[in-house]
């Protein structure tokens, strides 16, 4: 008998240890809130609209609420501090604000949420009537906009750091069909960390705009405390369609707002 009350006595106290893992385990996800500021209109304009259906679906399935922006006018310091990750669908590094650019900055460089951009993000230059922002000029890399594929072409991407949480669950190579590939004056590789780079070699129909060997289209800065991701790939809405471009996109969030 006395054997019985010492057995039943060992299965409660292990129960009253394991439970705390338990509950634990059941815990919900954690919430959080995503910043996203679109272009208007124009050519991207498919490529946001896109976006928006998909992040829908992604923010029932990994917990965050997403409020839309068409300009820069509301963003301060206080009004970022309400957002875990900023996303720029296709609005350019220029018509922002003073007071914008100014929060922009100190919230990437303080790490005070993350960062994912798309395609447009690297139209640096100058460009209607706006003269380049130095600070995001280095943010991305020290590179100058300078041509693009007017005709679009198809091409491979291959994966350069499989090891980043970025690129999990990503094939070591995808195609990209029809995108408007952009050249810059040099490549940003000395000064950000390239994840994936797009054979030239591949480009269907072939081009003479390239540039001329290596051309990184997804990296990150590890010089500032945010966590950020550029993916140059977001000129057309069927990108949602290709399970790799959308894996990306999806760890990116997780990785970003963390």
């Given at each position: 008998?006395?054997s019985?009350r010492?057995l039943l006595t060992?299965?409660?106290?292990?129960?009253?240890?394991t439970a705390p893992?338990?509950?634990?385990?059941?815990a919900?996800?954690?919430?959080?809130?995503?910043?996203a500021i679109?272009e208007?209109?124009?050519?991207?304009?498919p490529?946001?609209d896109?976006?928006?259906v998909?992040?829908a679906?992604e923010a029932?399935?990994d917990?965050f609420?997403?409020?839309?922006?068409?300009?820069?006018?509301?963003?301060?310091?206080?009004?970022?501090?309400?957002?875990?990750?900023?996303?720029q669908l296709?609005?350019?590094?220029y018509?922002w604000?003073?007071?914008?650019a100014?929060?922009?900055?100190?919230y990437?460089e303080?790490?005070?949420?993350?960062?994912?951009?798309?395609h447009?993000?690297?139209?640096?230059?100058?460009?209607?009537?706006?003269e380049?922002?130095p600070?995001?000029?280095?943010f991305?890399?020290?590179?100058?906009f300078k041509s693009?594929?007017p005709?679009?072409?198809?091409?491979?991407?291959?994966?350069e750091d499989?090891?980043?949480?970025?690129?999990?669950g990503?094939?070591?190579t995808?195609?990209?069909d029809?995108?408007?590939?952009?050249?810059?004056?040099t490549?940003?590789?000395?000064n950000v960390r390239v994840?994936a780079?797009?054979d030239?070699?591949?480009?269907t129909?072939?081009?003479?705009?390239?540039?001329?060997g290596?051309h990184?289209?997804?990296?990150?800065?590890?010089?500032?405390?945010?966590r950020?991701?550029y993916?140059?790939m977001?000129?057309?809405?069927?990108?949602f369609s290709?399970?790799?471009?959308?894996?990306?996109?999806?760890?990116a969030?997780?990785w970003?707002?963390?």
């Open positions: 008998m006395a019985r010492s060992f299965f409660l106290a292990a129960l009253l240890l893992t338990t509950l634990h385990a059941q919900p996800p954690r919430s959080f809130r995503v910043l679109a208007k209109g124009g050519i991207h304009r490529f946001v896109a976006a928006i998909w992040l679906k029932v399935l917990h609420t997403i409020d839309y922006i068409e300009d820069t006018t509301p963003i301060d310091d206080e009004y970022l501090s309400h957002y875990k990750l900023f996303l296709n609005y350019p590094p018509m604000t003073p007071t914008a100014a929060a922009f900055h100190r990437i303080e790490g005070r949420g993350g960062w994912i951009g798309f447009h993000a690297t139209l640096l230059g100058t460009f209607d009537g706006y380049m922002d600070w995001f000029y280095r991305m890399g020290s590179i100058r693009y594929i005709t679009f072409a198809t091409a491979t991407v291959t994966v499989p090891t980043h949480p970025v690129m999990k990503v094939p070591t995808f195609l990209i029809r995108e408007e590939w952009y050249t810059y004056d490549t940003p590789r000395p994840l780079t797009v030239e070699k591949t480009y129909p072939d081009t003479p705009i390239k540039m001329g290596d990184p289209v997804v990296w990150t800065n590890e010089h500032v405390k945010a950020n991701l993916i140059f977001g000129h057309r809405s069927d990108h290709n399970p790799a471009f959308t894996t990306i996109f999806h760890n969030i997780l970003a707002s963390q």
